[in-house]
């Protein structure tokens, strides 16, 4: 009788299998650990960006393009929004002992901190692009938001 080996697994085909099943399985970590074999992956996201520059679209850039006029509701009002770069908690102050970074009827400078977005524990610093001053804040703080919802309505 004639004996058939099966080929060795390679540690690249396990590595290979075990991100298969985590992509299909929405998974962010996944360990396995046997005899003399150790394998562990972790899913990197890139919206763990602690600075994110966020302006205001100007009127014409929006007017080629009616899909975007239709998220921009309040822009008819004469002002134009400022949107969530990513999904997370919208949170107007960095404590909530501490006064809000800006409120209705502020002028904002370029560069200056306008809210903090938490994403997976990281808080996120949204700053102004550009100066102009806020009409009305959008969001309520504290709450979820998700990415391209409107944070605040503003004019130049």
């Not at 985590?22 to 046997?34: P, T, W």
């Not at 890139?46 to 009616?66: D, E, L, R, W, Y």
């Not at 770069?85 to 009827?105: D, H, K, L, N, Q």
């Not at 904002?108 to 809210?115: A, N, S």
Request: hydrophobic share 35%.
């Amino acid at each position: 009788m004639k004996k058939t080996t099966k080929p060795q697994e390679t540690a690249f085909d396990q590595v290979q299998k075990f991100y298969q099943f985590m992509n299909s399985n929405k998974l962010e970590v996944i360990e396995f650990s046997k005899d003399n074999t150790y394998i562990k992956l972790v899913r990197k996201h890139n919206n763990a960006v602690h600075q994110i520059p966020v302006f205001a679209p100007s009127a014409h850039a929006t007017a080629g393009k009616p899909s975007q006029a239709k998220t921009q509701a309040p822009a008819a009002h004469g002002g134009e929004t400022i949107k969530a770069p990513m999904s997370g908690i919208f949170y107007r102050a960095p404590t909530p002992s501490s006064p809000p970074y800006v409120r209705e009827g502020d002028s904002v400078k370029e560069g200056q901190i306008i809210c903090v977005i938490e994403a997976m524990k990281v808080f996120n610093e949204i700053k102004a692009e550009s100066n102009f001053v806020i009409e009305k804040v959008l969001q309520e703080n504290g709450k979820p938001v998700e990415p391209n919802g409107a944070l605040f309505l503003v004019k130049n």
